[in-house]
């Protein structure tokens, strides 16, 4: 048999939208934005309802600075709409007796399957993390109640020529089996159950490099930490790289070959906001992720994910013009705000694995004459490590990483107790 070299590190799914000049992008994306405003406003109860409570008309929406005028839909509100109008809460924008399926999530959050699937996301997500027509694929998200492995992958796996292997969570000896002998190349799941392919594959006498086939693996559902990635790679012989999205809005990031963040597609509109007004963030500012997509089906406007992130525009060395997110930072009822910015546990993690000195730490947010001051408080694995230089080396970091400066000060091994909060506001409003 002879075996064709694919190049998985170029190419686009859909090039002239994913390498759209800027000022085009802009006009793309208001057409698009006006559009699904219309549309909804006309199809969807829900939406309606939500311009009329702020007495807006679609004409009133042209832009994405425009946006911020649409009240945020969060996640317990669409549950509350759903609960008293089920299923989707008068979210859709096309009669229910239209849909396909109906699935559902934890929550329980519904979520309608339409007939042709023609979201683009998660499809350029894959291709971007070196999928190609001819792969075959096992897809070992799960296939029942949630619309992700069948809905969402399955059938953009389909849109990019791949052949799926539905095997679905768990069997993971079966899965190693069927990897080796349809000498699958392709893999979408979790990074943590890829993990355990591996393991099972070695504990079955095989080589995870040599005996099975992997070549490319698109994770999501959880986010992956570096130093994992780097082992499975290294482990499979494979690429790895990440999607980021929800069951209701489907896919809002993906990685593609540089892993300088993840680009969003070219099918929704994200917002980086401030959780507390709605209003917009600025490039490289902290705040929550709110989305919009242009699915007629569904046409969620303002959905508020409740994840942390950034947005940068940095140019991207693959030739994607989109924005994109720098990481998923966590929740935002974990962060806290400190002069007007908001910090995360995660960020703090992300200073301190930086320096492998740093034995444990605890940040406290204190108020000083009307002011905020934030303080890593640091525990060094041996006492000789405490150094000036060390010292001004977490600040900067801090200052990286946070956006916010904060003082460093060294205390003694065992000051900080177990199962202290990462970040300790001890600030009083009296
Ligand atoms: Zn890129």
């Known amino acids: 048999m002879s075996k064709q070299v694919v190049d998985r590190t170029i190419g686009f799914f859909k090039k002239n939208l994913e390498t759209m000049d800027p000022q085009k992008r802009f006009e793309y994306i208001n057409r698009r934005l006006q559009g699904i405003v219309q549309y909804a406003y006309r199809h969807s109860t829900a939406i309606k309802n939500k311009m009329d409570s702020v007495g807006l008309k679609p004409k009133d929406i042209q832009t994405v600075k425009d946006l911020e005028k649409i009240p945020i839909t969060k996640k317990t509100e669409l549950m509350e709409l759903q609960k008293k109008n089920p299923p989707l809460g008068g979210f859709e924008g096309i009669p229910i007796h239209a849909l396909r399926r109906i699935y559902i999530s934890p929550g329980p959050l519904y979520e309608p399957g339409e007939i042709e699937y023609d979201?683009?996301?998660?499809?350029?997500?894959?291709?971007?993390?070196?999928?190609?027509?001819?792969?075959?694929?096992?897809?070992?998200?799960?296939?029942?109640?949630?619309?992700?492995?069948?809905?969402?992958?399955?059938?953009?796996?389909?849109?990019?020529?791949?052949v799926t292997i539905p095997t679905g969570v768990g069997n993971t000896e079966q899965q190693v089996n069927i990897l080796k002998n349809l000498k699958a190349n392709a893999f979408c799941g979790t990074p943590s159950f890829l993990l355990n392919i591996a393991?099972?594959?070695?504990?079955?006498?095989l080589d995870p490099k040599k005996d099975l086939h992997l070549r490319v693996g698109f994770v999501a559902a959880e986010m992956v930490p570096e130093s994992l990635r780097s082992e499975l790679e290294e482990r499979f012989g494979m690429i790895i790289r990440q999607g980021y999205g929800t069951a209701?809005?489907?896919?809002?990031?993906?990685?593609?070959?540089?892993?300088?963040?993840?680009?969003?597609?070219?099918?929704?509109?994200?917002?980086?906001?401030?959780?507390?007004?709605?209003?917009?963030?600025?490039h490289g500012k902290t705040g929550e992720i709110v989305a919009t997509t242009f699915n007629k089906v569904y046409p969620l406007i303002r959905f508020g994910t409740g994840d942390l992130s950034t947005l940068t525009e940095i140019p991207c060395p693959c030739g994607r013009t989109s924005p994109r997110l720098v990481k998923i930072l966590g929740r935002v009822d974990q962060a806290t705000k400190v002069r007007g910015l908001f910090v995360h546990p995660g960020q703090a993690d992300e200073v301190a694995s930086r320096f492998p000195q740093i034995s444990g730490y605890q940040v406290l947010i204190t108020r000083r004459e009307h002011k905020d001051e934030m303080t890593f408080l640091i525990e060094l694995?041996?006492?000789?490590?405490?150094?000036?230089?060390?010292?001004?080396?977490?600040?900067?970091?801090?200052?990286?990483?946070?956006?916010?400066?904060?003082e460093v000060k060294f205390v003694l091994k065992g000051t900080i107790s177990e199962g202290a909060k990462r970040i300790e506001d001890q600030r009083t409003w009296e």
């Open 381 to 406: 694995r041996g006492e000789d490590d405490q150094s000036d230089k060390l010292k001004e080396g977490i600040e900067r970091s801090v200052r990286d990483v946070m956006k916010v400066r904060g």
């Open 248 to 282: 209701d809005i489907r896919c809002l990031g993906y990685e593609c070959i540089e892993k300088h963040g993840m680009h969003i597609p070219d099918d929704k509109i994200v917002e980086i906001v401030d959780p507390e007004t709605g209003k917009q963030l600025g």
């Open 119 to 162: 979201e683009l996301g998660w499809a350029q997500g894959m291709y971007a993390a070196g999928f190609r027509p001819g792969d075959i694929a096992i897809n070992t998200f799960s296939y029942h109640m949630v619309p992700f492995a069948m809905q969402m992958l399955d059938n953009s796996l389909f849109r990019i020529g791949c």
């Open 199 to 205: 393991e099972k594959a070695e504990e079955m006498g």
